[in-house]
């Protein structure tokens, strides 16, 4: 069985990357013949295809730019789309827009949105931002033109189900796998950033951005300090978020925030080890499922995540949540509980590292896609009606033209007649 896998991979600095190899390895120790296709090199998948049909296209699709490119053949060579967040509005809109192709944006946003009024695309063509981009998730062309979509998340595939009845929609554990600390990295990197034994370290792990509620952390921690814990903050990832040294230094919390940068794969566990708790927020959501908090999970951290929706099933044993109606007070309550339990952290810690053996090893996301692969090879392309003409069409009408005026049959190149 051989699949073609389009997906960003390392050394791109993205969870989607990281989660696509670490579930590589085991599908194809299983037998199945996988070729991977990255922006670099996406174009080779054309006439490898036509040499020798794959029987099934993979497609690893999230909302940012590393996935630009698989738009080009999401559309023409229907598969199986791994839908990383259930909202792709900021890359899509971001992509049509910076190539000037105002008129593909709001022909794409009218079929993705039939009920919105047109005047909803104006938003993003005059270059606001914010909400609008989580009302419209501009997913109906992507989920009606595959054979199955494949969520992480559970609510979420029950909401798409009900949004799109005549879609197949399947759910794949993101699983992360088992990772090595080094030697006492807890003393190194803590006497590294002046953390002392007796301090209590939050770890905020991952991609820096406003979403991860960066700001609300930062206050809640100098509430925490106020009182007079003794509390610390590692932010653990590559910086997105303008400001955010100023940010620090305006709540005077300098001397108790770490900022690390981005961190290696081959380094998560020990950061993590340095850490006591970790805080994985996030407002507004893409429905995502957040890889950071399950890499806690596999590290026996408690966790503090944001009370979403989709994040209704995290049993209170692995994560205390924080309700967004109140959330500075809610979160400072959350660190504050745990920053002072010694006996609750342990015990949540545990549960954490059970929650993950039982749901989210590398292994139980293999079998899951296994399941959910076998299951699209036997779907049929859909056929969905009034696709907006930029996605079907190919584009190849004039090289065509060109080829056959000397002779040569674009579908089949042998067959040259001199």
């Known amino acids: 069985m051989r699949l073609a896998w389009f997906s960003p991979l390392p050394p791109a600095r993205t969870g989607i990357a990281g989660y696509s190899a670490d579930v590589l390895p085991p599908l194809e120790a299983a037998g199945l013949r996988i070729d991977r296709f990255e922006s670099r090199h996406a174009h080779d998948f054309v006439w490898r295809h036509r040499q020798r049909p794959y029987d099934l296209v993979v497609y690893q699709l999230g909302n940012a730019a590393f996935h630009d490119y698989m738009w080009g053949y999401l559309f023409r060579y229907p598969g199986l789309v791994v839908l990383h967040d259930a909202r792709l509005h900021h890359a899509r809109a971001a992509q049509l827009l910076r190539d000037a192709r105002v008129d593909d944006y709001r022909a794409e946003f009218a079929y993705d949105h039939p009920g919105a009024a047109a005047a909803a695309a104006e938003y993003a063509i005059e270059d606001l931002r914010g ?3 989580y009302r419209w998730p501009m ?20 909401d798409l189900r009900t949004q799109y009845p005549a879609a197949k929609i399947a759910r794949i554990r993101l699983g992360t796998p088992e990772r090595r600390t080094s030697p ?4 190194a990197i803590r006497a590294r950033h002046g953390i002392p034994a007796s301090g209590v370290a939050f770890v905020a792990f991952g991609f820096v951005t406003a979403e991860k509620r960066i700001e609300p952390i930062v206050r809640a921690l100098a509430s925490l300090i106020s009182r007079g814990v003794d509390a610390h903050l590692l932010i653990a990832g590559e910086n997105g978020y303008p400001g955010l040294d100023t940010l620090i230094a305006a709540h005077g919390v300098a001397p108790r925030v770490h900022v690390m940068g981005y961190i290696e794969d081959d380094r998560v566990a020990d950061v993590l080890a340095a850490g006591d708790i970790s805080l994985s927020l996030r407002w507004p959501s893409a429905g995502e499922t957040s890889g950071s908090w399950i890499e806690s999970l596999a590290a026996g951290k408690p ?6 929706p989709h994040n209704a099933d995290v049993p209170s044993a692995v994560a205390l949540s924080v309700d967004l109606l109140d959330e500075d007070a809610a979160l400072v309550a959350a660190m504050s509980t745990l920053a002072g339990d010694a006996a609750l952290r342990q015990r949540m810690g545990l549960a954490a590292r059970e ?3 039982a749901n989210h090893r590398v292994e139980l996301m293999a079998e899951d896609y296994r399941q959910v692969i076998a299951q699209a090879i036997a779907a049929p392309d859909p056929q969905p009606a009034g696709l907006p003409a930029h996605l079907t069409d190919d584009y190849s009408s004039l090289a065509t033209a060109i080829a056959r005026e000397f002779g040569i049959d674009p579908i089949d190149p042998g067959s040259v007649r001199l």
């Open 131 to 133: 909400s609008g981009f």
């Open 303 to 308: 966790t503090i995540v944001t009370a979403l």
């Open 139 to 158: 997913t109906r062309t992507v989920i009606e033109s595959a054979r199955l979509v494949a969520v992480h998340n559970a609510s979420i595939a029950g």
């Open 184 to 187: 006492d990295a807890r003393g």
């Open 355 to 357: 929650y993950w053996t």
